[in-house]
């Protein structure tokens, strides 16, 4: 691909969508299909070349393959944004040994041969747990996994892990071309969990990064990126949607967890992807008819009319798990 600019070919937007979103009335996926009827979680859209947009994200539902599973990726494509058409199948499945219970938080990036690469976070359940399994079943420490398509659609899951330890778990990974030490190369942005998950400010589980020549082996980066420092964050801190804009600088979008309240999308500046700043207030909170419960995961994309919108799981009252979105307002 002759043309193919990694600065801008994925996570990229022009303009700063900024830090003001007005919740979009309509759900953007909703629990209408077999093989996500039961959930639907973490979204990750991107631009189609022919056209439109693509979203992946986590399902559940009737129809698994495997009655254990946990979740697994699935796909919709929409060419506004707006209205959202499932594709058939599942595009990522479980898989053995790293991903025995679910695939999640898928984050594709288009690759400089033509191909995409997905990256995900993948869960397996612990050695001796009860077959009667749920989410709240005891797994391995999280790990972050590959798969490669040529379409988009059909994937193959890379040998190995991206990273893991078997210490920490890791995951929510986000990816960026970037260079470092002259050489253009891959930054994935993601959090590490302490492994069981404990609460509290010094529990450690923070945004990280780590820095690849290839994009399949990856080195840590020294420090933190976006540590947990408030009381919105004495769970976590987690599921960074970095992109770069058009001065070079960063904006990310992320959520905070804490011990009371399930969720809210956060915002951070960088001037070179590595030192972030916080923004003080919360850009999406918890208390829509959709959301009302539990506000995670963002996910942006910039709109060829346009614009910008933020994308998000959530929760109403009923414990129904969607997708939702926000449209910038800057």
């Known amino acids: 691909m002759p043309d193919f600019d990694p600065l801008t070919a994925v996570h990229y937007h022009e303009r700063d969508p900024g830090e003001t979103f007005a919740k979009d009335p309509q759900i953007a996926i909703d629990?209408?299909?077999?093989?996500?009827?039961e959930r639907i979680?973490?979204?990750?859209?991107?631009?189609?070349?022919?056209?439109?947009?693509?979203?992946?994200?986590t399902g559940l539902?009737?129809?698994r393959r495997d009655p254990d599973a946990l979740g697994y990726v699935v796909s919709a494509f929409s060419e506004d944004a707006v209205a959202w058409e499932k594709d058939e199948g599942v595009?990522?499945?479980?898989?053995?040994?790293?991903?025995?219970?679910?695939?999640?938080?898928?984050?594709?990036?288009?690759?400089?041969?033509?191909?995409?690469r997905m990256y995900i976070e993948a869960r397996s359940h612990a050695p001796g747990a009860s077959e009667n399994r749920s989410f709240g079943a005891a797994s391995q420490a999280t790990t972050i996994a590959s798969a490669v398509s040529g379409d988009g659609l059909a994937w193959?899951?890379?040998?190995?892990?991206?990273?893991?330890?078997?210490?920490?778990?890791?995951?929510?990974?986000?990816?960026?071309?970037?260079?470092k030490e002259g050489s253009m190369g891959f930054r994935m942005y993601f959090h590490r969990y302490t492994h069981p998950l404990k609460s509290g400010l010094d529990a450690g589980n923070h945004i990280i990064s780590a820095f690849s020549k290839d994009g399949l082996s990856f080195e840590e980066e020294e420090g933190v990126r976006v540590a947990q420092e408030t009381d919105r964050e004495t769970f976590s801190v987690y599921a960074p949607e970095v992109i770069r804009l058009g001065d070079g600088s960063y904006r990310m979008y992320y959520s905070g967890w804490c011990d009371s309240i399930c969720g809210g999308v956060f915002t951070a500046t960088s001037a070179d992807g590595l030192i972030w700043e916080k923004s003080c207030e919360p850009v999406i909170e918890l208390g829509g008819r959709w959301d009302s419960t539990m506000v995670s995961e963002p996910c942006i994309?910039?709109?060829?009319?346009?614009?910008?919108?933020l994308f998000y799981e959530c929760a109403d009252d009923e414990e129904n798990y969607r997708i939702v979105s926000a449209t910038a307002e800057a």
């Open 31 to 37: 629990l209408d299909h077999p093989l996500d009827s």
């Open 41 to 57: 979680l973490t979204p990750n859209v991107v631009h189609v070349p022919s056209g439109g947009y693509r979203m992946y994200y």
């Open 61 to 63: 539902g009737p129809a």
């Open 91 to 116: 595009r990522v499945d479980l898989y053995e040994p790293d991903a025995t219970a679910r695939t999640l938080c898928p984050d594709v990036i288009p690759l400089e041969d033509g191909r995409y």
């Open 156 to 179: 193959e899951v890379e040998g190995g892990l991206r990273f893991g330890d078997g210490v920490w778990s890791y995951g929510t990974p986000r990816v960026l071309y970037a260079e």
């Open 301 to 309: 994309i910039d709109l060829d009319g346009g614009g910008a919108r």
